[in-house]
T-cell receptor, first 122, second 109 residues
Framework: GAGVSQTPSNKVTEKGKYVELRCDPISGHTALYWYRQSLGQGPEFLIY????????DSGLPNDRFFAVRPEGSVSTLKIQRTERGDSAVYLC????????????????????FGAGTRLSVL | KQEVTQIPAALSVPEGENLVLNCSFT??????LQWFRQDPGKGLTSLLL?????REQTSGRLNASLDKSSGRSTLYIAASQPGDSATYLCAVYSGKLIFGQGTTLQVKP
């Protein structure tokens, strides 16, 4: 597609339920990132994929959060036993450059963001 | 730990004014610094990217500067228009993007 696509755009769930959020990156982009943005704050890094592998999951807040990218394209962020504090906008971004590419690639690394999924946990 | 701060948090100006948004960061070991625009309910749009070896970048009415040694960047918007109303986010990249909390700009007709 032309840009990063995230579905659903809005998700309302009850506390304790399981949710899945989907991200379709730009075709050919090998790097994929998930961020979480709380109201009035900037996005916070959650996890980074290079190809199929999660190269850095240091931003995941706890073990209720998990993400996969089995074929190196579409990614799914999974949240178990949702809590009200999980309510936020979850953003996905993709890039054509590997995250720690040195020199010009690192310096020019641009991430393209989707519109996000607004998750509300009641 | 890298921290990014944006001042002011909110700004309201009349149409036509020139304005400056400020961003500061604590660790100068960055690959680049980016300014993004975010409209309500939308994703982020990259406005300008300044590589660590550069001092400034310009795009239309926007000019961004970078002073790595002092950990500062500014986004200058010339002749502001109501369509510029949005939240502007600064982010430094050193393997992952670390964002400031944003400045919400309102340009009144």
């Amino acid at each position: 597609g032309a840009g990063v696509s995230q579905t659903p755009s809005n998700k309302v769930t009850e506390k304790g339920k399981y949710v899945e959020l989907r991200c379709d990156p730009i075709s050919g982009h090998t790097a994929l990132y998930w961020y979480r943005q709380s109201l009035g704050q900037g996005p916070e890094f959650l996890i980074y994929f290079q190809g199929t592998g999660a190269a850095d999951d240091s931003g995941l807040p706890n073990d209720r959060f998990f993400a996969v990218r089995p074929e190196g394209s579409v990614s799914t962020l999974k949240i178990q036993r949702t809590e009200r504090g999980d309510s936020a906008v979850y953003l996905c971004a993709s890039s054509s450059y590997a995250r720690l590419a040195g020199g010009p690639k690192g310096a020019k690394n641009i991430q393209y963001f989707g519109a996000g999924t607004r998750l509300s946990v009641l | 730990k890298q921290e990014v701060t944006q001042i002011p948090a909110a700004l309201s100006v009349p149409e036509g004014e020139n304005l400056v948004l400020n961003c500061s960061f604590t660790d100068s070991a960055i690959y680049n610094l980016q300014w993004f625009r975010q409209d309500p309910g939308k994703g982020l749009t990259s406005l300008l990217l300044i590589q660590s070896s550069q001092r400034e970048q310009t795009s239309g009415r926007l000019n961004a500067s970078l002073d790595k040694s002092s950990g500062r960047s500014t986004l200058y918007i010339a002749a502001s228009q109501p369509g510029d109303s949005a939240t502007y986010l600064c982010a430094v990249y050193s393997g992952k993007l670390i964002f400031g909390q944003g400045t919400t700009l309102q340009v009144k007709p």
